[in-house]
């Protein structure tokens, strides 16, 4: 959520920052919706000061004999006064509440307007893979080697869903292997969290309300909408451990990863091209997420892009770092990298890790603050993910950029630990 005090202060520099996101503002109502919030809050103070001042007298005058009536009939007057007042506030909040709530984070300073087209590639790692035979696609590979089944997976789950099988589970299994061992060596803390959360963590994400329908609902009462949802993303369920608390300065930085499969309802047709897993409603990540000062999170973005590009050098995949534009970058965020990997049959980069920095937009909707050692004033924390990594695309780079010309597969050295195998045939 974007702090109100600066579109008070400063409203054309908020509405050109979303414009660099194609978001069309105009605050003139939410800054009158604002004004006479302050007003009825004022107005409401001093009632209830003059009430009290008032009643305070009451017994005295009691006490002399005095008639106090018309003193009793002015103060039910007041009282009234003060419910409408508190109605009208509680409808005008709801209002502005509800205005902030549809709009996204401010892009960060140096990240470029427009959409995808004008993404930034900032580094490329390895030479694109050549091949002296005829190369398969991913879904032939997986198929001739028994590593997926599509077939079975469809009609256990319906279209977008497979199955691991045999060494194909296997691998899927070594790439969380590798990520989990690696990020407990970089010193972050493992977590396990519940696929189903609660509404409120949606809405701390900044998925909700905007985006509550990207996600599968779980209808828990009938007539109340849906109270739970299974999670697109473990950021959604790490950016909710610490909702409504207070760190302490030396708490920080917060820094944890997680594993969960992800489900998504990815509405809209897929493209020919994304066959296989390339999108689905179900695929497996690892997560990372810290907490940070404000004044450390720009590093912390720097350390988790690095971190996910380790992860992606390791396996020896060609692929790329590319610094999103303003209108691809997600709604809570204020700037994100794609680490994406080159998928040969397509042709094109596919993104296994987005790193991103929400600075407070997140920790203001989620109440998550910090007290400062040297003040003991406290502030919001900045919050910060990455994926680290996802495992649908990089399954198919694997297969796809390590294949051999007899329709083998050579498994990456830091995964043949857990394979059991150096090469899948």
């Not at 004022?42 to 009290?52: I, T």
């Not at 977008?160 to 969380?176: D, M, N, Q, V």
């Not at 760190?247 to 066959?275: H, I, M, N, V």
């Given at each position: 959520?974007?702090?109100?005090?600066?579109?008070?202060?400063?409203?054309e520099?908020?509405?050109?920052?979303l414009?660099?996101?194609q978001?069309?503002?105009?605050?003139?109502?939410?800054?009158?919706?604002?004004?006479?919030?302050?007003?009825?809050?004022?107005?409401?103070?001093e009632?209830?000061?003059?009430?009290?001042?008032?009643?305070?007298?009451?017994?005295?005058?009691k006490?002399?004999?005095?008639?106090?009536?018309?003193?009793?009939?002015?103060?039910?007057?007041?009282s009234?006064?003060?419910?409408?007042?508190?109605?009208?506030?509680?409808e005008?909040?709801?209002?502005?509440?509800?205005?902030?709530?549809s709009?996204?984070?401010?892009?960060?300073?140096?990240?470029?307007?427009?959409?995808?087209?004008?993404n930034?590639?900032?580094?490329?790692?390895?030479?694109?893979?050549?091949f002296?035979?005829?190369?398969?696609?991913?879904?032939?590979?997986?198929?001739?080697?028994?590593?997926v089944?599509?077939?079975?997976?469809?009609?256990?789950?319906?279209?977008?869903f497979?199955?691991?099988?045999?060494?194909?589970?296997?691998?899927?299994?070594?790439?969380?292997?590798y990520?989990?061992?690696?990020?407990l060596?970089?010193?972050?803390?493992?977590?396990?969290?519940?696929?189903?959360?609660?509404?409120?963590?949606?809405y701390?994400?900044?998925?909700?309300?905007?985006?509550?329908?990207?996600?599968?609902?779980?209808?828990?009462d009938?007539?109340?909408?849906?109270?739970?949802f299974?999670?697109?993303?473990?950021?959604?369920?790490?950016?909710?451990?610490?909702?409504?608390?207070?760190l302490?300065?030396?708490?920080?930085?917060?820094?944890?990863?997680a594993?969960?499969?992800?489900?998504?309802?990815?509405?809209?047709?897929?493209?020919a091209?994304?066959?296989?897993?390339?999108?689905?409603?179900?695929?497996n990540?690892?997560?990372?997420?810290?907490?940070?000062?404000?004044?450390?999170?720009?590093?912390?973005?720097?350390?988790?892009?690095?971190?996910?590009?380790?992860?992606?050098?390791?396996?020896?995949?060609?692929?790329?770092?590319?610094?999103?534009?303003?209108?691809?970058?997600?709604?809570?965020?204020?700037?994100?990298?794609?680490i994406?990997?080159?998928?040969?049959?397509?042709?094109?980069?596919?993104?296994?890790?987005?790193?991103s920095?929400a600075?407070?937009?997140?920790?203001?909707?989620?109440?998550?603050?910090?007290?400062?050692?040297?003040?003991?004033?406290?502030?919001?924390?900045?919050?910060?993910?990455?994926?680290?990594l996802?495992?649908?695309?990089?399954?198919?780079?694997?297969?796809?950029?390590c294949?051999?010309?007899?329709?083998?597969?050579?498994?990456?050295?830091?995964l043949?630990?857990?394979?059991?195998?150096?090469v899948?045939?």
């Amino acid at each position: 959520m974007i702090d109100i005090n600066l579109i008070r202060q400063d409203p054309e520099a908020v509405r050109q920052a979303l414009a660099k996101r194609q978001f069309e503002v105009d605050f003139f109502e939410l800054l009158s919706w604002d004004a006479e919030r302050r007003t009825l809050i004022s107005q409401g103070d001093e009632l209830r000061s003059k009430r009290n001042r008032v009643s305070d007298q009451i017994p005295a005058m009691k006490r002399q004999g005095l008639d106090v009536s018309s003193v009793l009939a002015e103060m039910k007057a007041v009282s009234d006064q003060i419910k409408e007042i508190d109605s009208r506030l509680t409808e005008i909040e709801a209002q502005i509440k509800q205005f902030l709530d549809s709009l996204p984070n401010m892009p960060d300073d140096d990240v470029v307007a427009g959409g995808k087209e004008r993404n930034e590639v900032v580094r490329v790692w390895g030479e694109l893979p050549q091949f002296d035979f005829p190369a398969k696609d991913h879904i032939e590979l997986a198929l001739s080697l028994g590593l997926v089944d599509y077939e079975r997976g469809a009609k256990l789950g319906g279209n977008g869903f497979w199955i691991y099988t045999g060494k194909g589970a296997r691998l899927e299994w070594a790439l969380l292997n590798y990520f989990v061992e690696a990020h407990l060596a970089d010193g972050y803390e493992f977590i396990l969290p519940p696929h189903i959360l609660t509404y409120d963590c949606g809405y701390t994400a900044g998925q909700f309300p905007k985006f509550s329908e990207d996600v599968f609902h779980i209808e828990a009462d009938e007539g109340r909408g849906f109270q739970q949802f299974l999670l697109p993303t473990a950021e959604t369920a790490l950016v909710n451990l610490h909702r409504d608390e207070i760190l302490q300065e030396s708490d920080l930085p917060k820094r944890y990863f997680a594993y969960t499969p992800c489900y998504r309802r990815e509405a809209g047709s897929y493209r020919a091209q994304e066959r296989g897993m390339i999108r689905g409603h179900q695929f497996n990540k690892v997560e990372l997420f810290q907490y940070t000062r404000p004044e450390d999170s720009a590093a912390a973005l720097e350390e988790m892009i690095h971190k996910a590009e380790r992860l992606v050098q390791g396996l020896g995949l060609h692929h790329r770092v590319s610094k999103l534009a303003a209108a691809d970058v997600s709604a809570s965020m204020a700037k994100t990298y794609d680490i994406e990997v080159w998928i040969p049959s397509m042709k094109e980069y596919k993104e296994v890790s987005s790193a991103s920095n929400a600075k407070d937009f997140q920790a203001r909707r989620g109440g998550m603050r910090f007290r400062r050692q040297a003040t003991g004033k406290t502030e919001l924390v900045h919050t910060l993910n990455a994926s680290g990594l996802a495992t649908s695309r990089l399954f198919p780079a694997i297969l796809e950029q390590c294949q051999q010309a007899d329709g083998s597969v050579v498994v990456p050295e830091p995964l043949r630990k857990w394979t059991g195998v150096d090469v899948i045939r």
